[in-house]
């Protein structure tokens, strides 16, 4: 069964989620649950750190599509670091680099959100 | 000689089957020498496929079954996943534009495309009530 967990903490104002294992349509939901638990908790800043992400199909993809831009339309954002390159690919060949911000580390994207 | 070898699982139409189901294609795509990369091509071309018989086919009812089935030939690696459900319709299928969907705040509807993408050919049947899709890759 695929395996899949997240970490959640802070830095600063900044909520960071990061991703282990393999997010697909079986474990999808868990990561639906953790943005949404962020969202009622008026946590709009948050950085996706894939670091530990070993694989992610559409339907993991499809949690950010639904969810982004209501994160945006309250002021906030999601930002998504640390992807191999596999997992880049993915995002890639939707054409999400040019919807999402998309940083090579955790830092860099926690910056962005004060520039 | 043409070697040609052929191997198959039959499996719940689950979520919960999905990381077996990669693993069974990928692991003899691997061993059919694929490159990584290849394989990683695969792999995610038929979890989207298995994905949605489970969701489009069957409509999540996990007592359905999937069969996968594997086929090698002539410098090509197809696989074909089988169902009893409802007929997916690839005339009626137009290109996804994800800045729309987003906007729109809709997921998924994009695991055609990316099939599509990440294969070298992909053909849907349907043969009475049976509906397959089969998908090569050229190594």
Same mark, same amino acid.
């Given at each position: 069964?695929?395996?899949f967990?997240?970490?959640?903490?802070?830095?600063?104002?900044i909520h960071?989620?990061?991703?282990?294992?393999?997010l697909?349509?079986?474990?999808?939901?868990?990561?639906?649950?953790?943005?949404?638990?962020?969202?009622?908790?008026?946590?709009?800043?948050?950085?996706v750190?894939?670091?530990?992400?070993d694989?992610i199909?559409?339907?993991?993809?499809?949690?950010?599509?639904?969810?982004?831009e209501?994160?945006?339309?309250?002021?906030?954002?999601i930002k998504?670091?640390?992807?191999?390159?596999?997992?880049?690919?993915?995002f890639?060949l939707?054409?999400?680099?040019?919807?999402?911000?998309?940083?090579?580390t955790?830092?860099?994207?926690?910056?962005?959100?004060?520039? | 000689?043409?070697t040609?070898?052929?191997?198959?699982i039959?499996?719940?139409?689950?979520?919960?089957? &999905?990381?077996?189901?990669?693993?069974?294609?990928?692991?003899?795509?691997?061993?059919?020498?694929?490159?990584?990369?290849d394989?990683?091509? &695969?792999?995610?071309a038929?979890?989207?496929?298995?994905?949605?018989?489970i969701?489009? @086919?069957?409509?999540?009812? @996990?007592s359905?079954?999937v069969k996968?089935? &594997?086929?090698?030939g002539?410098?090509?690696f197809?696989?074909?996943?089988?169902?009893?459900?409802t007929?997916?319709?690839p005339?009626?299928?137009?290109?996804?534009?994800?800045?729309?969907?987003?906007?729109?705040?809709?997921?998924?509807?994009?695991?055609?495309?990316? &099939?599509?993408?990440?294969?070298?050919?992909?053909e849907?049947?349907?043969?009475?009530?049976?509906?397959?899709?089969?998908?090569?890759?050229?190594?």
């Open positions: 069964m695929s395996s967990t997240i970490q959640s903490r802070t830095s600063g104002s960071i989620l990061e991703l282990n294992g393999e697909d349509a079986h474990t999808a939901s868990h990561l639906e649950d953790s943005l949404k638990s962020l969202i009622e908790e008026k946590q709009f800043n948050i950085v750190n894939f670091s530990r992400l694989y199909s559409s339907a993991g993809l499809g949690v950010f599509m639904a969810y982004i209501d994160v945006r339309s309250l002021g906030g954002d998504l670091s640390n992807m191999s390159d596999k997992v880049y690919n993915v890639d939707l054409g999400f680099p040019t919807l999402y911000d998309i940083l090579h955790e830092e860099e994207a926690i910056v962005k959100f004060t520039i | 000689m043409v040609k070898s052929k191997y198959s039959t499996v719940s139409a689950s979520t919960a089957q &999905i990381a077996d189901v990669r693993d069974f294609v990928a692991r003899h795509a691997a061993a059919y020498g694929f490159s990584d990369e394989v990683h091509d &695969i792999r995610l038929v979890d989207e496929a298995y994905t949605n018989v969701k489009h @086919a069957y409509n999540f009812d @996990a359905k079954k996968v089935k &594997i086929s090698t002539n410098g090509k197809t696989i074909s996943l089988s169902d009893e459900g007929a997916f319709d005339a009626s299928y137009e290109k996804p534009d994800v800045a729309e969907r987003v906007m729109l705040r809709k997921r998924g509807g994009v695991g055609v495309y990316l &099939i599509q993408k990440l294969m070298d050919d992909v849907y049947r349907k043969d009475g009530k049976y509906n397959e899709i089969l998908m090569s890759k050229k190594r």
